[in-house]
């Protein structure tokens, strides 16, 4: 497979939200990713049918199902761990560790390996063994505090938490770490905590705030709502708009574009004003529809999107010219990001099955055809349900 990182394997002990995440970025850019997938069983509906390695997160695999509460599984996955560049797992502190899998245990099989921990609360801390999700490493790292209505939190999805704070922090972390090992000849293990992330992404609030130009509450800041114009509007169509326009010259197009002459709006900055200013933009912006602004503003320094739909968003344009989203067999999903111009990445194979690839990778692990028949038969190893 092309990409930047077509010389890296890496292994990845299946799990759910911010890992497979990290190793879907991987597998995009080119990495070989063998996922240690557990026994399958029969979808049965709700939750579970929601887990199920099926989805557009999980495209780019290999899928070697084990049962590795079995000794005989874990001694299979040290064998390809010999060969790997990076370990990626998701369980609680010290799981990884009673499997037999941990990263003494890894390690001592190839000093090189990066071993990647995900987690929400980290490899420590009086919150380590604790359940939780995104919303709650989100609500830990201030984060959730400052998004939402001025009454109320909103969570962002959980795109700050599991993606953001998490998959990505993930994934430049085992990269970085493999780029050192390359100079060192020593893996290392990479704790990337959620709350961490979160956090991480809040840096620019934290900056703003030591400076006096950020408070403390929602709705009071110039990119959390309270500003007129920074914010999204209704149209006249029931569809809504994005305006951005924070430098002067940005707003005083904006304004000019929507033939705004109104004195009121010159006082850009003045807190004070803004929920009157927001009210004024909110009545113009409804005496058109959402296509009429786009017509006006769409492409212009005025700082202008239109507010899309996940359905709407891979038909318009500039996306469309980007190649932003693909469909893999009827299957509309992003496309692998960023963009490389020596090395491009493509979209990898879509999920694969759980255990579609278990005879051909024990068997590319140095495993007999009696030795792969033999760990089947002994349900150790098992080969995909259909």
């Known amino acids: 497979m092309p990409g930047p990182l077509s010389h890296l394997t890496v292994i990845e002990l299946a799990g759910i939200g911010p890992g497979p995440f990290a190793c879907m970025l991987l597998a995009d850019m080119g990495a070989r990713v063998i996922r240690i997938d557990r026994p399958p069983v029969p979808a049965r509906g709700g939750l579970e049918a929601l887990m199920r390695n099926d989805s557009v997160v999980d495209r780019g695999r ?189 707003y005083r197009q904006l304004l000019a574009l929507c033939g705004i002459t109104d004195p009121h709006f010159e006082q850009q900055w003045e807190q004070g004003q803004w929920p009157a200013l927001r009210e004024k933009l909110a009545a113009l912006f409804r005496t058109r529809t959402r296509a009429q602004w786009c017509q006006l503003l769409e492409g212009t320094d005025a700082c202008f999107a239109p507010v899309l739909s996940m359905s709407e968003a891979v038909d318009h344009p500039h996306n469309a010219a980007r190649g932003t989203f693909v469909r893999q067999d009827g299957v509309l999903q992003p496309a692998p990001a960023p963009r490389f111009d020596r090395t491009p990445s493509t979209l990898p194979p879509k999920a694969p099955r759980t255990g579609e690839h278990t005879a051909e990778l024990l068997a590319q692990a140095g495993f007999s055809a009696t030795e792969i028949e033999d760990l089947l038969g002994a349900r150790v190893a098992h080969r995909d349900i259909p």
């Open 62 to 250: 290999q899928s070697l199902s084990l049962d590795l509460k079995d000794p005989r599984a874990v001694s299979v996955v040290l064998r390809l761990v010999q060969k790997a560049d990076i370990l990626v797992e998701g369980f609680r502190p010290g799981v990884a560790e009673k499997l037999g899998l941990g990263p003494a245990h890894c390690q001592a099989h190839n000093p090189k390996l990066v071993y990647g921990r995900m987690t929400g609360w980290g490899q420590t801390g009086p919150l380590a063994q604790a359940a939780g999700h995104d919303i709650n490493y989100v609500a830990l790292s201030g984060a959730l505090h400052a998004i939402g209505k001025a009454d109320q939190p909103m969570p962002p999805l959980n795109l700050v938490g599991d993606y953001g704070g998490g998959g990505m922090l993930l994934a430049l972390g085992v990269l970085a770490a493999a780029h050192q090992a390359r100079h060192s000849g020593e893996g290392q293990v990479v704790d990337a905590a959620m709350t961490d992330g979160a956090a991480l992404l809040m840096a620019a609030q934290y900056g703003l705030m030591a400076k006096g130009f950020w408070q403390d509450q929602r709705e009071s800041n110039f990119l959390d709502g309270a500003a007129h114009f920074y914010g999204t509007y209704a149209c006249l169509d029931g569809g809504h708009v994005a305006i951005g326009a924070i430098e002067p010259q940005f």
